[in-house]
């Protein structure tokens, strides 16, 4: 059952993100600002071209992006994914975490759901972020009505990293944050984002 306090929050600090372990939170975000040449980089990259990369990082185990041009940029877009994967595995203690790379000119999950993970981080580079619902008491067994989430979503700023909890986190099988990817604007250009999970080897 989800309480009447606020099941989201946006902290002041990154280290302020181990909020995302406090029972009621589904979803924990910290603003920040990103290399200026980062996002000079994704723009001068093909603008027509959809891309989805996966790799496994780990504090030793820096991400390639082999299938990204070398320009100036690129270096510091490596050195922040590198940082991201080390948030993840100190936040979550595990060895390694699965990176997801992708650009492009849709939604790639439109309509409002639960992830069947246990806790993911979501960052933005280039287009509107990811949307999640300000009020998460929502019935999860009718995500699909169009009336879920009228005039309560919370948009992610470029850059700024979200963590989502999914379903598969200890005692949140009937909760997990409620989200979804927002439409491209129309002209706008591809929408650049990662997402990192925790991977655990037994």
């Known amino acids: 059952m989800i309480s009447d306090f ?6 002041p600090q990154l280290a302020d993100l181990v909020e995302i372990f406090d029972a009621g939170v589904q979803v924990c975000a910290w603003r920040r600002e990103i290399d200026p040449g980062i996002e000079a980089y994704l723009s001068a990259l093909n603008q027509l071209e959809n891309l989805q990369i996966l790799e496994t990082l780990s504090t030793t185990k820096q991400p390639k992006l ?29 060895p390694e975490v699965g990176l997801r790379l992708a650009r492009v000119g849709h939604a790639m999950c439109p309509g409002w759901h639960v992830d069947r993970t246990s806790i993911r981080l979501v960052c933005t580079y280039q287009g509107p ?25 919370v948009q992610a700023a470029t850059g700024e990293i979200v963590l989502l909890k999914g379903a598969l986190w200890q005692n949140n099988g009937e909760l997990g944050a409620v989200h979804r990817s927002p439409e491209p604007v129309p002209g706008a250009g591809l929408r650049t984002l990662v997402t990192l999970d925790p991977l655990w080897y037994l």
């Open 6 to 11: 606020p099941t989201w929050r946006r902290v």
């Open 66 to 94: 082999d299938r990204l041009q070398e320009a100036p940029g690129r270096a510091a877009l490596l050195e922040d994914l590198s940082w991201l994967g080390e948030i993840v595995c100190e936040l979550l203690g595990c």
């Open 129 to 153: 972020g990811t949307e999640w619902l300000d009020n998460q008491s929502v019935d999860r067994c009718d995500l699909h009505n169009n009336q879920t989430g009228d005039g309560s979503a």
